[in-house]
């Protein structure tokens, strides 16, 4: 059974800096996709950001393409989101995902693999 806990979100002023943490269990974690979503009050969840099981393979949602780096531990268990250059806008819940499919397919058609979320609210 895919299990994912995040941790590491707070409160910071825009143009501060947060690192998401989450940890995977219960797969085979080298084997899966992961990822990064986040739900604001009232909107839809959006891809935020994925990696391979390699990590050699990264993609961005273009609101956070330059700002955000996703990266993972596989030694660990782990994947990461470093979060720089913060909005306001950027304020959301934010979700860790694990496919065992493409980064595509996930960002698409995403698999109900979520953990509880962690909340991050950018003041300005």
């Known amino acids: 059974e895919v299990q994912l806990v995040e941790s590491g979100g707070g409160m910071v002023e825009s143009g501060g800096s947060l690192r998401l943490s989450c940890a995977a269990s219960g797969f085979t974690f080298s084997s899966y996709v992961m990822g990064w979503f986040r739900q604001a009050p009232g909107k839809e969840r959006e891809f935020v950001a994925g990696?391979?099981?390699?990590?050699?393979?990264?993609y961005y949602g273009d609101s956070v393409k330059g700002r955000f780096t996703i990266s993972r531990d596989n030694a660990k268990n782990m994947v990461y989101l470093q979060m720089n250059s913060l909005l306001p806008e950027d304020t959301a819940v934010y979700f860790c995902?694990?496919?065992?499919?493409?980064?595509?397919?996930?960002?698409?058609?995403?698999?109900?693999?979520y953990g509880q979320g962690t909340q991050v609210t950018v003041s300005s």
């Open positions: 995902n694990a496919d065992p499919r493409l980064i595509v397919s996930m960002m698409t058609r995403p698999l109900e693999h």
């Open positions: 990696i391979s099981g390699s990590g050699t393979t990264t």
